[in-house]
C-alpha cells in the first residue's frame, strides 16, 4: 500500500495562469521558529496544478494573496533544459481546493 497526498493552507504569491486545460498557482506557507532570543519565519513555495472545473474557479475567483486549503498529490516530471542537461520539477496535483479567509 502507498499514499501519495498532500495538504496545504497559505497564500497565493501571484494570479493564477490559466493555460489551456491547465491552471497553475504559487502557494506560500510560512512557519515560525525560535532560535535563541528571535523568531525566524521561514516560507516554503509549492507549485500547484488544478484541472477542469477546479482551475477555471480558481482562475476566476483567485488573486494574488488570497488565502486557499489544496489537496492533492506530489507530482515530479524529468524535462530537458535549453542547454540539454535534465531537470526536475516537482508540483502538486490540486484535488481540491477551497477557498479560505485572508488577504484579498
Not at 516560507?43 to 489544496?70: L, R, S
Request: glycine share 10%; net charge positive; hydrophobic share 35%.
Amino acid at each position: 500500500m502507498s499514499v501519495n497526498k498532500v495538504i496545504l493552507v497559505g497564500n497565493l504569491g501571484a494570479d493564477p495562469e490559466a493555460r489551456g486545460p491547465v491552471t497553475k498557482i504559487r502557494l506560500a506557507t510560512a512557519e515560525r521558529k525560535k532560535q535563541g532570543d528571535e523568531w525566524v519565519d521561514h516560507t516554503e513555495w509549492h507549485n500547484i496544478a488544478c484541472f477542469g472545473k477546479t482551475g477555471e474557479n480558481v482562475a476566476k475567483f483567485c488573486k494574488k494573496g488570497k488565502q486557499i486549503y489544496v489537496e492533492g498529490k506530489i507530482r515530479t516530471s524529468k524535462y530537458k533544459d535549453r542547454e540539454g542537461s535534465d531537470r526536475w520539477s516537482t508540483e502538486v496535483v490540486a484535488d481540491v481546493v477551497r477557498f479560505l479567509g485572508g488577504r484579498e
